[in-house]
């Protein structure tokens, strides 16, 4: 019989993965997803009124 694969990542990977996640999407309350959501609700606004 064979043995089944363990699901589990190493403390390594998991810190890869989570750093990888914050590049694409930073943490809520920081200053660059602030600025971000920002810029967006600007550009939203300037369409909605053309």
Same mark, same amino acid.
């Given at each position: 019989m064979t %043995?089944?694969?363990p699901n !589990?990542? !190493?403390d390594q990977?998991? @810190?890869d993965? %989570? %750093?990888r @996640?914050?590049?694409? @999407?930073p943490p809520l309350l920081s200053n660059e997803a !602030? /600025? %971000?959501?920002l810029a967006s609700s600007a550009q939203q606004a300037k @369409?909605? /009124?053309s």
């Open positions: %043995r089944p694969v !589990t990542i !190493t990977q998991m @810190a993965l %989570r %750093r @996640a914050e590049k694409v @999407a !602030t /600025r %971000r959501r @369409a909605d /009124r």
